[in-house]
């Protein structure tokens, strides 16, 4: 099979981040480093990334987080901020995020050793609900929420969002709290499209992926997923 399905398999990420991972020269296979994407490789192959060697992990699991702000959704980090991973370095299987919430946003985040599975799931096709909960600055008008729904210019991005189901649950005289649900994955869109129609977030919080809820796991808890999400994320 194909190197960066094989990776895959052994958990080392979704097969586009294994790509990545191939062509900055961190694979090699049987001693020779590759860079090229569609190099094929068998079992009996020796495979290393990083130097270690990699193989097919029968078991996949499934993590259910609730990811604190202040952490980075990668593996490491080169300015040494403390990543998602730090809460799983004993894990006994290798785990990768799913997708990503960036450092100031909390909430639920999927972390597996199922590389296709997170390949699915965070191709632009599959199209998965996110919820957000938004705590935002002042009371949107209305008219800014219609235009959230219908999709917005977001600064720096010459494409329109897709439209976004928005609700507003809390009206304050200083915050509003929202519930915004989208399926694209852009940088920081959801605080990007406040920002659009005036009104900056203070607090972002992913309850919602696909058909998992955060429900009520704290900052900094997790979870295994039973069997009937599992299954409920394969049917995606």
């Given amino acids: 099979m194909r190197l960066q399905k094989y990776m895959a398999m052994c958990g080392v990420a979704a097969r586009r981040k294994c790509e990545e991972i191939i062509a900055s020269g961190r694979v090699s296979v049987n001693g020779q480093v590759i860079t090229e994407m569609g190099t094929q490789v068998e079992e009996s192959d020796i495979v290393l990334v990083d130097g270690v060697r990699i193989k097919p992990e029968e078991e996949k699991r499934y993590i259910l987080y609730h990811k604190p702000a202040g952490e980075v959704t990668t593996v490491s980090d080169e300015k040494g ?52 909960l938004a705590r935002v600055t002042g ?13 917005v210019y977001m600064e720096g991005d010459e494409r329109k969002t897709y439209p976004a ?34 009104h900056k977030v203070l607090l972002l919080r992913r309850v919602r992926f696909g058909p998992l809820e955060l429900g009520s ?20």
């Fill in 217 to 236: 796991l704290r900052r900094g808890e997790w979870r295994e997923l039973d069997s009937f999400e599992i299954e409920r994320l394969h049917g995606l």
């Fill in 139 to 151: 009371n949107p008008s209305n008219e800014a929420i219609e235009r959230m729904r219908r999709g």
């Fill in 165 to 198: 189901e928005v609700r507003v649950v809390r009206d304050e005289s200083l915050f509003s709290d929202i519930l915004v649900t989208i399926h694209e994955g852009r940088n920081r869109q959801v605080r990007r499209m406040f920002d659009a129609v005036g």
């Fill in 81 to 132: 901020r403390e990543t998602v991973m730090d809460r799983f370095r004993d894990f006994p299987v290798r785990l990768y995020p799913v997708g990503r919430l960036d450092y100031d946003s909390e909430g639920l985040l999927l972390l597996t050793n199922d590389g296709e599975l997170a390949q699915r799931l965070t191709h632009p096709s599959c199209e998965v609900d996110k919820v957000y």
